[in-house]
């Protein structure tokens, strides 16, 4: 692997009362460029950005952020604040403040109880949230309460959030969900924009989804990395044939 | 009138108005009430002071606390340590006599000054709130758990206060005091001039309250009500806000006591138990919860009701307050002030479609 990494996953093992979701998971991520991780149902994707992300503590192994940043050790709201921001499967937003709101809190800035108490918009602030609307599609909702919002458009807001965040890491479960085809298709192209000077990892089930936007695919399997290349190397291969397309084969019929 | 203020522009002039007349009104009512009436609505205004504090724990940020009866009583208990060691001029306070006590235990000592019980008034229900929120919002205890350990802390509190008779007058309280800085407690002036300094505070209170609600803080705070998760993943620590939060609250219910004192001239435990406690939340319940103004409303208004029903039925009150809270809960989850924001729209929709002005404007989340 050329390039420094910004993500290093070693041997990675959530368990949860002695069931391990994940087990001795690897993943390393380049500090730019976007990865697709998929898996059948239950393969512990979800886990893994949670394992990541801090929501879950790693039973095992250790992931190592930019220069060796223990993430493992560090508490949720502090990895967000090294950057690393995360979508989860469900959207969240919250509901009862103003889309505009909404996008304020995540805007890159202090987080204490004193620089929000103080906090006043700048013009240059104002600017970005006005781009960044524009940006999702939500230009002229700015005063909608976000919970009086489309599901689809909750799903644009969020990733509103994120990029205002200004994130080094972006972990996304399934931002496709629920969108139509077009929204899809802007989803994957902002996607692959701003994985220009950003790691994305985004996890998917639509394969047709994967095809189009993919460069590189980590696919896992019971806990584990099953394999990890082009999109065409994961089609060829076998073993994801039996236990991922093989699966959505039957499921189909 | 009407026009201008629903125009988003107009808004500040229109809100700046509302606290211009409710303080000319607060200035006003002297001229109108006796003065029994007077202390009475003096102590209301009290109340709504802690009501405008938990309102901002439990509408804002969505954290029930049963447990402000203790915060209120501690502040009111600040403030009679005070006036009943001024009463005793320098002999020990005639409970402690009565217990055999020889000497003024050493946590009494601060309560001399009227400053130093003022700023403890404050700064020991403000310590029990950072104390409490600490061991609890850190370990992400919350919902239903916080609530229940915030009524472990009334039960704890009042166990405290009423057994220990010789320290802090048991179950009769403290009482027996007739002067604050010099002046007689029962001098009509006096009685004036407590009742505009409660009317000061409350205005202060609302002020500082708007501040917070408005300001990005106050955006995290309903932030947190909506999602603690998504809040902490956004990189902010939500505990601390819980915890700012709790502390403001729990300060503003402890100012809310020491007015409370020298309006009625007593505290004991009765006062701080489980159901002044959840009066308080009624009032906001009732009021409406979320919005500052329904918070101060709802304690206004259901302590009149509580007083006028009280003189006539004492014993179907609570069964009143009781049914007017589960009605209030079922119908008007937004209480009163919701009622009136959503009759203010209805009748402007209907002013303005008789006019036939087009409907540019945007609904607006309204937040006074
Ligand atoms: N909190 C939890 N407690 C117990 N088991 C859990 C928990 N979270 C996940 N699991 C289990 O861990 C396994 C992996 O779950 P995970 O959600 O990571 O899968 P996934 O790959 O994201 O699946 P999907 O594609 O359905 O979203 C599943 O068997 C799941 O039941
Ligand atoms: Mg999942």
Redesign the pocket.
Known sequence: MSGKAILQCKDVTVS??G?K??QGMNLSLEASGLRFLI??????????L?AICGK?KPSGGSILYRDGIDLARRKEHQIAELGIGRKF?APSIFPTLTVEENLELAMKQKRGILATLRAKLAAAERERLAAQLETVGLAGRQRARAGSLSHGEKQWLEIGMLLLQEPSLLLLD?PAAGMTDRETEKTGELLQEIAKDRAVVV?E?DMEFVRNFASLVTV?HE?RLLMEGTMDQVQADDRVAEVYLGKRREAAC | MTQWMIKTGASRYGLAMWYFLAAALLLAAPLFTSDFRLNLLAKFLAFAIAAVGLDLLWGYTGILSLGHGVFFGLGGYAMAMHLKLQASGGRLPDFMDWSGLTKLPWFWMPFQSFGGAVLLGMAIPAAVALFLGFFTFRNRIRGVYFTILTQALVIISVTLITGQQAFTGGTNGITGYGQILGHSLAAPETKLALYYVTAGVLLATFVLARIVVKSRFGKVLRAIRDGENRVRFLGYDPSRYQMGVFVLSATLSGIAGMLFVLHVGIISPSMMGIVPSIEMVLWVAIGGRGTLIGAALGALLLNGAKSAFSESYPDIWLFFMGALFIVTTVFLPRGIAGLAVDGWRKARRIVRRRKEVPEHERKGYSAV
């Open positions: 949860f009362d069931f979701a994940v898996g059948p149902n239950g393969a512990g994707k979800t886990t893994l949670d879950v499967q399934e996890v089930h896992m806990g």
